[in-house]
């Protein structure tokens, strides 16, 4: 399927739906179980082309798997921070978490890896991390442009390393490092959860502007989920970690909050409702802020006894409009984007600067497919301000963007005429988003 066109309600939509595992759980929850000291049984897994690119680069490293898709569960050996296979070639594909995550494992190792990607990662920011992975004592050899997929690396413990000489059985002392993450928070989670294996304590210091942490908090919480204890804020902008194991039997991977929220969306523009199975209130993804905004634009939520979150459009059917810092929750920019036309009035998304260099530049990507529909934007320096108006029929390009899709297509719920170029890029993280979508009617 080329093209989805989405089909108008004319009615108030109520949505009961169970969407996939967390992709940010489950890419997390995948490293620290074969980081691990035994079997790990991941439960809820998002079987998506970003963890499949994840674990068949795991396997490929030499580590032990068993898959069930129908059961949603991954189980998988541990070798207690080591990587099997010494020399190997892996590919991460568009996913960033991949990328990032598997990069600073491989460069800890004892072995030489080649790493791939797709020609979009390519282009992705990675060197800020590369940096520190090099002052920590990895070597790289860039087999395309400078600090960039495809590279070799020859991992910190390899007994061709110099640091390594000095080491005890190749754990090495205590160091600080600068890192900036105003690109990405996932360099900082990074280095956090692949450190343990190597050092006796790593220290660091973020430079930079960003202070977006909610999926460091993810990483954090998690660590300490999988038996790791030794990892701590020293202040705002530092952060230590010390050297310690993984260990944990099972682990329950919580529903996708991110995917979840273009359902709330959905009947935030329909007049209608939402509930999203085993949303709970304590969950560990910055996404959830997202219903607190619908909440700010007249929604209202309700948590049942089950647990589950149930949020109803506004009451006299008009969203109200908004200035909203979404650098904490920016995986939510697009949706907030793709409502923004419905509000009573302009709709301003701050915050958001370091979108540009994700899977597609997504403020221009808003600024462009709104545009599509004759619908007024203004660019700002780290976000954009979306005006009120009635979308008109369009084609929305995405970019191979899955947000883009999955965003749009909310739009298209309460406009008549839009139509998803290349809707299949959603298996990125939500194989079966359409599918969900179409047992709504």
């Known amino acids: 399927m080329d093209v989805y066109k989405v089909k108008k309600f004319n009615r108030p939509v109520h ?70 296979v010494k ?14 995550f598997l990069t600073a494992f491989t ?12 020609g979009q990662m390519e282009k992705r920011p990675i060197r ?41 059985a190749g754990v090495m002392a205590e160091r600080t490092v ?105 969950s560990l993804q910055g996404d959830m802020q997202f219903t607190g905004l619908l909440e700010e634009m007249g929604c209202r939520k309700e948590w049942g006894s089950g647990g589950e979150l149930k949020l109803y459009a506004p009451d006299n059917g008009k969203l109200k409009g908004t200035d909203a810092d979404m650098g904490d929750f920016s995986d939510q920019a697009l949706t907030l984007a793709a409502i923004a036309p419905f509000a009573d009035s302009p ?13 597609s530049d997504r403020i221009a990507v808003i600024i462009n497919e709104l545009g599509r529909m004759g619908i007024k934007c203004d660019g700002l320096e780290d976000g954009v301000r979306i005006y009120p108006g009635s979308p008109k029929p369009a084609r929305i390009q995405t970019y191979n963007d899955h947000r883009a899709a999955m965003a749009f297509t909310v739009t298209g719920m309460a406009a008549d005429g839009i139509e998803i170029e290349n809707p299949a890029c959603c298996g990125k993280t939500f194989e079966g988003y359409f599918d969900v979508v179409e047992s709504l009617y």
């Open 15 to 84: 949505i009961n739906v169970e969407v996939p595992g967390s992709k940010s759980i489950t890419n997390r929850a995948l490293l620290l179980a074969a980081m691990g000291g035994g079997e790990t049984l991941l439960k809820g897994v998002q079987f998506s082309e970003d963890s499949y690119n994840f674990l068949k680069a795991l396997q490929q490293l030499g580590f032990k798997t068993e898959t069930d898709k129908l059961s949603r569960t991954v189980k998988i050996k541990g070798m207690s921070g080591n990587i099997p």
């Open 87 to 100: 020399e190997a070639v892996i590919n991460v594909g568009n996913a960033g978490t991949a990328a990032r």
């Open 107 to 118: 460069a800890m190792g004892d072995g030489i890896y080649t790493v791939n990607s797709s």
């Open 128 to 168: 800020e991390l590369l940096e520190v992975l090099e002052a920590l004592g990895a070597e790289f050899k860039w087999l395309g442009c400078e600090y960039s997929f495809p590279f070799k690396v020859t991992g910190i413990r390899n007994p061709c390393n110099t640091c390594n000489k000095n080491s005890t």
């Open 178 to 282: 600068q890192l900036n993450i105003d690109r990405s928070s996932q360099f900082l989670s990074a280095l956090l959860m692949a450190a343990p294996a190597v050092f006796d304590s790593l220290t660091i210091n973020l430079t930079g502007k960003r202070d977006a942490r909610s999926y460091v908090r993810i990483t954090e919480q998690m660590m300490k989920q999988f038996g790791h204890k030794g990892v701590e804020r020293l202040c705002k902008d530092s952060y230590r970690v010390r050297r310690g194991s993984y260990n944990i039997e099972e682990y329950q991977i919580e529903p996708d909050v991110s995917a979840a929220c273009y359902f709330y969306a959905m009947a935030a523009v329909t007049g209608g409702t939402a509930v999203v199975k085993h949303i709970s209130k304590d």
């Open 347 to 359: 709709v301003t998304i701050r915050g958001i600067a370091h979108t540009r260099g994700q899977e």
